[in-house]
């Protein structure tokens, strides 16, 4: 008997215990190397129970891999482009739930800021603005990575 309430016990916790979540890759048309051009090293974007993780995205046009001189432009593609991995996840702006901005010159915050708030709008998401010495690509002037949920 002891037994018995032991394994009922035991199979009673194996079917509470969370399955690992399913990662799903993200990776829209527009993120797709040229053909002979190497992969970038990290995905675009992960799904995971309806949570999408949008990795750090630079105001870099997807074609060219050119960065414009024009900070506000710059903002608009690193925006843009993170729109490009929420819509290949089924989601737009306003399924965003927290914002990291990493700007190499804090100066540029209120330009960076007044564009920003043309892609959130009300309730924003929570957002963390860090000021850093530089970025991956020695050009870009600002990153951004998003969390949205479904």
Do not use: W
């Amino acid at each position: 008997m002891r037994n018995h309430l032991c394994a009922l016990l035991l199979s009673g916790l194996l079917v509470a215990a969370p399955l690992p979540a399913a990662k799903k890759v993200i990776v829209p048309a527009e993120f797709v190397p040229a053909p002979g051009a190497a992969a970038a090293p990290y995905s675009p974007g992960i799904l995971v129970d309806g949570t999408l993780y949008v990795s750090g995205q630079i105001g870099q046009n997807l074609k060219t891999k050119e960065i414009p001189s024009d900070f506000e432009t710059e903002v608009k593609i690193c925006l843009n482009n993170i729109g490009i991995v929420l819509r290949a996840a089924g989601m737009t702006y306003k399924n965003v739930v927290a914002v990291q901005v990493y700007l190499t010159d804090m100066d540029l915050f209120a330009n960076m800021n007044g564009i920003y708030t043309s892609y959130f709008s009300e309730p924003r998401p929570a957002r963390t603005t860090v000021g850093v010495t530089r970025l991956a690509n020695a050009k870009a002037h600002i990153e951004i990575t998003v969390t949205a949920r479904k």
